[in-house]
C-alpha cells in the first residue's frame, strides 16, 4: 500500500469508522464536536425531490455514503456447479473536516473505502478483501454525474443502460459482475427522505434497486466460475449517525420469489429496546404501495457465536411484517465481517433464505451491527 493510502488508512480508523459504522442504518449517529460537524455537513432535509441520473453519483457536500450490492448467485460450472453463493461489494465515501478551499493537491478531504466477500458454503467461512485509499491521484474517486466509483482497481458503474457493473481484483479472488435492474429506483421512507431515529435530523437519503438480474463470474484458486442469480443494491448519504442511546441495527434486503421485495430495519437501544423501526414491501417492478408501511419486529430465533470474536448474533430471525411472519435462515452461520484493519468495526453481514409458512420464498442479505461491542464512532 503506498504511502498516501497508508495516511487514508490512518485516518479512515478515526473519520471513516462512521461508514461502515453507519452504512445499514443510514449514517444516523452523534458525532464528537456534533455542534461543529452540524455548521460543517449539510443536513438531510425532507422534501427535496431525488433526481436520476445525478443522484446516483456521489454527494461529496455531505459526510458519508455508501453503494452496496449483495446477491445470491448459482454458480453455473466447476465442481460446485449448481450450488449457492453470496456476494457484496460496497464502496463508501467520507468527507473529512479538512477545508475543501485548501488549494493542496494533498489535503485528503474525500477518503474512500471498498469492502467484498464471498460467501462459499463449501468454506464456511467468508472470504473478505478490502481496499482504502484518498481521492485524486488516480487512487481512488467517485463521480458526482452518476454511479463511477474505484479505489484502486475496484470499481462500481452504471452504464447508459442503467446496468451495473461490478469489478474486483484481489489476490484472493476477483469478481466480474452485471446487474440489471428490473424497474426504476425504489424510493425508501418518504420519497428518499428515510429517518433512522428518533429526531428528524437522524435521517438520509435512501434508495434501493432490488430485483437485480445479475450474471458474472468469479475467480478462486485459479479457477474461472461464471454465475447467475438476483442482487439488490442500496445507496445512501448522510451526514448525521446514531442516536446517543442506540447500540446497532438489524437490517434485511430481501428479493422474493413472486418479483417483489421487502427492505426493513431495527436501530437497537442499549436497554434493550427499540429505538426505530421502518419497512417497505415494493411491487415486482420497484414501485411502491399505496397502502401504509406495516409494522415490523424482529425476532431472533437462534443464535451463533464467533469463535474468533466471541459475538454472539441472531443468525436466524423471524421477521413479523404487518400480517406476515417470515423466516430467516443463513446461508451458513459464519459469515462476522472483520474490518478492524480498515474501519475499526466488527459486524456479520450474511446472505440468508427466506421462509414463509415452511416454504421458501425468497432470499436475501441480513446485516447485524452492534454485537460484537460498541462501534468505534
Known amino acids: 500500500m503506498s504511502a498516501l493510502a497508508n495516511a487514508a488508512r490512518r485516518h479512515l480508523l478515526a473519520a471513516l469508522a462512521l461508514c461502515v459504522g453507519t452504512a445499514r442504518a443510514g449514517g444516523a449517529t452523534r458525532p464528537t464536536g456534533a455542534a461543529a460537524d452540524a455548521a460543517f455537513y449539510p443536513p438531510i432535509e425532507r422534501g427535496a425531490a431525488l433526481v436520476f441520473p445525478r443522484d446516483h453519483g456521489a454527494h461529496p457536500a455531505w ?11 448459482r454458480r453455473l460450472d466447476g465442481p460446485h456447479r449448481g450450488q449457492a453463493l453470496g456476494v457484496q461489494v460496497t464502496f463508501f465515501r467520507s468527507r473529512t473536516r479538512h477545508d475543501a478551499a485548501n488549494p493542496s493537491r494533498f489535503a485528503p478531504t ?3 473505502l471498498a469492502h467484498a466477500t464471498l460467501a462459499l458454503p463449501e468454506r464456511g467461512r467468508l472470504l473478505h478483501a478490502q ?9 481512488a474517486g467517485a463521480s458526482v454525474h452518476d454511479t463511477d466509483v ?6 462500481l458503474g452504471r452504464d447508459a443502460d442503467d ?7 484481489d489476490r484472493q479472488f476477483s469478481l466480474a459482475l452485471e446487474a440489471a435492474p428490473q424497474g426504476p429506483p425504489a424510493l425508501q421512507g418518504d420519497r428518499g427522505f428515510s429517518r433512522k431515529g428518533p429526531a428528524e435530523r437522524q435521517a438520509s437519503r435512501y434508495y434501493s434497486r432490488p430485483q437485480l438480474r445479475t450474471t458474472g ?4 484458486d485459479g479457477a474461472r466460475v461464471g454465475v447467475e442469480g438476483v442482487a439488490w443494491l442500496d445507496h445512501e448519504w448522510s451526514s448525521e449517525i446514531l442516536d446517543a442511546a442506540a447500540d446497532g441495527w438489524d437490517w434485511v434486503g430481501l428479493n422474493l420469489d413472486d418479483g417483489s421485495a421487502l427492505a426493513a430495519f431495527r436501530i437497537r437501544r442499549r436497554d434493550g429496546g427499540v429505538a426505530w423501526s421502518y419497512a417497505r414491501w415494493f411491487a415486482p417492478g420497484g414501485a411502491a404501495p399505496s397502502m401504509p408501511d406495516p409494522a415490523v419486529r424482529f425476532v431472533p430465533s437462534r443464535s451463533w457465536t464467533s469463535p ?3 459475538a454472539r448474533y441472531p443468525v436466524a430471525m423471524r421477521l413479523e411484517v404487518g400480517a406476515r411472519t417470515l423466516e430467516l435462515e443463513p446461508l451458513f452461520d459464519d459469515q462476522e465481517l472483520d474490518a478492524r484493519a480498515s474501519t475499526g468495526t466488527i459486524y456479520w453481514e450474511g446472505a440468508v433464505r427466506v421462509l414463509e409458512a415452511g416454504r421458501e420464498v425468497g432470499r436475501g442479505y441480513l446485516e447485524l451491527t452492534g454485537y ?4 468505534r464512532l
Open 308 to 310: 474468533r470474536t466471541g
Open 372 to 375: 460484537a461491542g460498541a462501534l
Open 163 to 169: 446496468r451495473y457493473r461490478a469489478r474486483i481484483e
Open 110 to 112: 474525500q477518503l474512500l
Open 217 to 220: 463470474e468469479f475467480r478462486i
Open 131 to 139: 481496499r482504502a485509499a484518498r481521492e485524486g491521484f488516480g487512487l
Open 63 to 73: 459526510r458519508t455514503e455508501w453503494w452496496y450490492l449483495t446477491g445470491w448467485l
Open 150 to 155: 474505484h479505489v484502486g482497481r475496484w470499481s
